[in-house]
């Protein structure tokens, strides 16, 4: 049997399919986490353009706007909640296939959810459908093999678009014409770093591939044909972005293998490198009861290619040594803290800074488990405390429990949405495949 005909018919199927407890649970776990993520970025500069956007669009009702009144068409929905979900370093990874699922499927899946009046049931079995697809485009192509372009929205849109078909009802010849819908528009480049503004990445990461996936899907229930297969034979999606592909593994341990069960969940609301420094600062605090005044001097080692991208960024939650210093001053990591751009120039700030070195460690690279970060403290005393985070809270290996990610999601969302809001979406999501009908869950999102 073809892969696509694999895949395609497990699709069709996994509305319905019954999943193991533990996979409904990190699910939960993951659409509370984008859900809050969305919340929390309908506040920043990219969200905000993002609602603007939309607010320049008209079309059909059908899909909320996260942190607005606003509702609008499915596609652009995504495509705005994407920017939202993405618009810091909130959201979830996935290491393995170098990619950011959440902020690109679960938008996609929202948005779709509510144009069907799907039921929280459905909206479960798509989302995890969707990373189970996304992270296989990327072992299919074959990370070394992308050269410039971008597998975060490679990857995102075909998660996206078998997460929308999956609501949508589609048999399995509807699926491949979604998936050959999705590779026209899947594209991406790698320029994105050079934008200093995060705007340009969140629609890389979360807007672009979301909305790609609504679109495509949206377009077979408009009668759109397409190509049976578009990961094999002439001229296919594989083939066009790898010199190398390897097809079978899109259906590689599908049903037995899920690949959400592989995300990480961010402990702390800002970018992944930092996870494990941070960690390892306040375990040192806690177990001796360091304060910034006791500190002469902290060096953070983190694997080389992470420490490049936290190493002194203009950005407050990508700036490890900014970062350390807020928790050195604060004792604890919030969102606020983390995005206060103000807070960079303050003077306390920048000398208890001036006290953080980061070291790239070319032994942390080489290390089959990823994201470690060892921090070692000097005391004004002379005494030396380390702390070696091997497997940060959040990853696979130390996964965070139901209570932390709801405290994680309440530090996001209350400030959007008052308390007693927060606690309703959080109770629906804890009970979601109880839920009748997602419009349940997104009436609660507007501002």
Known sequence: MAVVEQLSQYLAGARTAELPPEVIRKAKHHILDTIAAMVSGSKLKPGRLAIKYVRTQRGKRESTVVGSLLMAPASLAALANGMLAHADE?????????????????????????????????????????????????????????????TYSLAGTFGAAAAASSLAGFNPREIRWALSYAAQQASGVLSWVR?????????????????????????????????HDVFEGEKNFLAAYSPSPNPSELVEGLGKRYEIMETSI????????????????????????????????????????GAAVVNNRHMPDINLQHIMAVILLDGRLTFEAAHDFKRMK???????????????????????????GIVEITTQS????????????????????????????????????????????????????????????THLLKK
Not at 214 to 220: G, L, N
Not at 267 to 296: C, E, N, S, T, Y
Not at 348 to 357: A, C, P
Request: one cysteine or more.
């Open 382 to 441: 002379g005494e030396t405390l380390r702390e070696h985070v091997k497997s940060v809270r959040g990853t696979p290996q130390n996964p965070m429990s139901t209570e932390e990610v709801e405290t994680k999601a309440l530090d996001l969302l209350i400030s959007v949405l008052g308390e007693q809001r927060s606690h309703d979406l959080i109770s629906k999501i804890r009970d979601l495949e109880s839920l009748n009908s997602v419009r349940d869950l």
């Open 346 to 372: 303050d003077k306390k700030t920048l000398e208890i800074k001036s006290r953080v070195e980061l070291v790239p460690d070319e032994d942390l690279i080489k290390s089959p488990i990823p994201r470690q």
């Open 90 to 150: 909130t959201d979830d990874t996935h290491f393995e296939s170098r990619t950011h699922p959440g902020c690109a499927i679960i938008p996609a899946t929202l948005a779709m959810a509510e144009k069907e009046n799907s039921d929280g049931k459905a909206l479960l079995h798509s989302v995890v459908t969707g990373y189970d697809v996304s992270c296989r485009i990327s072992r299919a192509l074959g990370l070394g093999n992308l050269g410039f372009h971008s």
């Open 266 to 305: 961010k402990r702390f609301p800002v970018g992944a490198p930092i996870q494990a420094a941070a960690d390892a600062l306040l375990l040192i605090m806690d177990r001796h009861g360091i304060k910034a005044k006791d500190v002469k001097k902290v060096t953070a080692r983190l694997p080389t290619d």
């Open 195 to 227: 934008d200093s503004d995060h705007i340009e990445k969140a629609f890389d990461f979360g807007g672009m591939p979301a909305r790609n996936g609504v679109t495509a899907s949206v377009f077979v229930q408009s009668g759109f044909t397409g190509v």
